[in-house]
Structures are given as structure tokens and as C-alpha cells.
């Protein structure tokens, strides 16, 4: 029998599917960060991001993934059974099991966000700026919005297949090109609120 405690905590009815639940996330986790390394690839090579700002970036795009690919598990449109059956091999013929699938989600989410977590605390500390601060909010926030403007766009396109055919590759080097200045004014802003000099 499987025990639903909360909203919030599930627990798999045996050991078989615990494992499955954490196979399964292992393989998302690793699917979505594979998907933004492929789309931070063919980005224009000139962006003005430190490697910090560009793996940050990267980590906030395959949560946006990660989160895309939930709604679509989660689309009452769709063949539910049928997605959640490639989703999550260890459901039966029985109604789909939303909550382990929530619960694969949760888990690589709360791993995606304690790295984007580490990644800007470790920036932060090695230039000696608070990393709760205002400053570095709008710094990690400008962050994000690259990368769900990224994700809007890349997600439109086959990146391995129709890439250097596709005239969304434009639209995403000109919006990578827009919001990448803007992380690189929030940056001098944070830098100049510590009054740091900036070691680039």
C-alpha cells in the first residue's frame, strides 16, 4: 500500500519502485542538463558572461527544462498513461501515478536549485560580495530570464538535427546577445554597490 502523509512527501509502496523513482530522476537530471549544454553550445562564442554567469545560466535552463517537461506529463490533453508509461516504466495498466511522478520532479528540481544555490554562493564568496543582497538578486534574476527566454526559444528547434537550418537560430543568438548585456550591467551594478573591482 502505498502512504500519501502530505502534499509534499511521497513514499513509494516498495522498495522496487523507490528505486525506479530515483532511476528515473537520475535519467531527467541528466537529460535536461545535457539539453542546456547543447543550447549554451551554439550560442554566440563573444557573449560578455564569465564562466560562472555561463554555468549558472546553463543550470537555471535545464530547470526551466526540467519544468517544461512536467507540464507536459502533467497535460490532461494528452495520452497520459501512454506519456507517463515512457516517464515512469514501473507503471502498471492501472490510473497513472501522478504523485511519483511529482515526486521524480521534485527531486531534480531541489538538486538543480541547490547547485544554482552553490554556484552563485561560490562567486559571491571568492569576490567577497554578500550573496544575499540585492544586488546579487538582480544579478542571478537577469540570469533566469536569459535562460527562460532561451528555453522559449531553443525548445522550438531540433538543435541536434535543424539547428543550422532553422531561422529561430537568429532570434536566439540576438535575445542570448540582449540578455547576456543585461547580466553584464547587473554585474558591474553588484560589483560597484561592494565597490569591487571586477576580476574578469
Known amino acids: ?4 502523509y502530505s502534499s509534499d512527501l511521497y513514499i513509494p509502496q516498495d522498495e522496487r519502485r523507490l528505486r525506479a523513482v530515483q532511476r528515473r530522476g537520475e535519467t531527467i537530471d541528466r537529460t535536461v542538463r545535457d539539453w542546456s549544454a547543447t543550447v549554451l553550445e551554439v550560442l554566440p562564442k563573444a557573449l560578455p558572461l564569465v564562466k560562472e554567469e555561463r554555468a549558472v545560466t546553463g543550470l537555471f535552463l535545464a530547470q526551466q527544462r526540467r519544468l517544461n517537461l512536467e507540464l507536459d506529463a502533467r497535460n490532461p490533453e494528452s495520452n497520459l498513461r501512454e506519456r507517463l508509461g515512457k516517464l ?5 495498466d492501472g490510473s497513472p501515478d501522478l ?21 552563485c554562493a561560490q562567486y559571491c564568496e571568492a569576490q567577497q560580495i554578500p550573496a544575499v543582497s540585492d544586488p546579487v538578486i538582480d544579478w542571478r534574476v537577469a540570469m533566469r530570464f ?5 528555453h522559449r526559444i531553443a525548445s522550438q528547434i531540433d ?16 535575445f542570448a546577445r540582449e540578455a547576456a548585456a543585461d547580466i553584464l550591467q547587473r ?7 561592494f565597490q569591487k573591482s571586477e576580476a574578469l
Not at 515512469?88 to 502498471?92: E, N, Y
Not at 536569459?146 to 532561451?150: K, N, V, W, Y
Open 1 to 4: 500500500m502505498q502512504h500519501q
Open 88 to 92: 515512469l516504466p514501473f507503471l502498471g
Open 99 to 119: 504523485d511519483a511522478v511529482r515526486a521524480v520532479h521534485r527531486i531534480v528540481s531541489a538538486r538543480l536549485e541547490s547547485d544554482i544555490d552553490r554556484a
Open 146 to 150: 536569459m535562460a527562460q527566454g532561451l
Open 159 to 174: 538543435l541536434k538535427k535543424d539547428y543550422a537550418s532553422s531561422s529561430k537560430r537568429f532570434e536566439l543568438a540576438l
Open 187 to 193: 554585474r558591474r551594478s553588484m560589483f560597484s554597490a
